[in-house]
């Protein structure tokens, strides 16, 4: 269950629960003004016993109907209370406590998955993140954010220089990146996609605050377990981003594309100069990635080497 699926629920059983109730008080209103209605023809039986204006109405069962409808308000709202407080303590902890800095217990041997321990440190300032996938290969990127879809992924989220906000709506994620402090939080994506400017800053931190957000691109998971062996989600966002990839990709369209780069820049080494027009574009297709990730690894270095 993703943190989204939570919320979604919560908001159902409360909207459910509340127009549930809402009818059957209208509909006791509308009941009571109809059966004690004055059409002048009947007369009120117990018309010596209605209370005046300013008395308390005691009711003919001796108060046995307030008293229910107290107990059934209580239990009602007690039962939401400590539900709602037990799915938000899943969105804290997240499945097997990831979101609490990515040590899991897993219980269900079927939930055991390659990637769910999947960690993902993200290294705010200004104006960019850098990121390091920590527990698998340590693949680094800078602005590229890509993460397989249906797995939990653990969020360790820190800053390089003032306060940053690390926060991706679409998964109703949020996480404080404060330096010399550590935030874990966890998200998981159930559906393949490319969700624009899905990472943001949300604190005010600067000048270029407003423009401190990219890209989050979600693959399906053999596609991720193959740029991670080969180290290259870099390339795979790069890729995916200038539509030489899909996020539905297999992982052998990503190993021949990885392919065709290597022997396109092994080309442009030798100084081959009898490249066609095709040819030169493809390699300034290629140049241009190898540039991104090795930028990438540099800044991703210095926040490594501050902590
Ligand atoms: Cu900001």
New binding site residues.
Partial sequence: MTRGDVFELIFQVFMGLGTLVGIVVVLYIMYNAYIYRDDETTVDPKADSRPEVGELPVGGTGGKKLFMSFILSAIIVISLIVWTYGMLLYVEDGPGGIGQGGDIQVQNEEEVDEYLDLEVTAW?F??DYAYSYQNNTGVETSMKLVIPADTPVAANVSSRDV???FGISEFRVKADAIPGEHATTWFEADETGVYDTGV???????Y???S?NHDLIVVNEELFAAAMDAEASGTLFDAIQSGELSVDSTPEEFESHIASQESDSSESDSGNSSDDGSGDSNDQGTDSPDEGTSNDNEQTNESGGEN
């Fill in positions: 705010a200004g104006f306060w940053h906000t943001q800053c949300y604190e005010l931190c600067g270029r605050h407003s401190m």
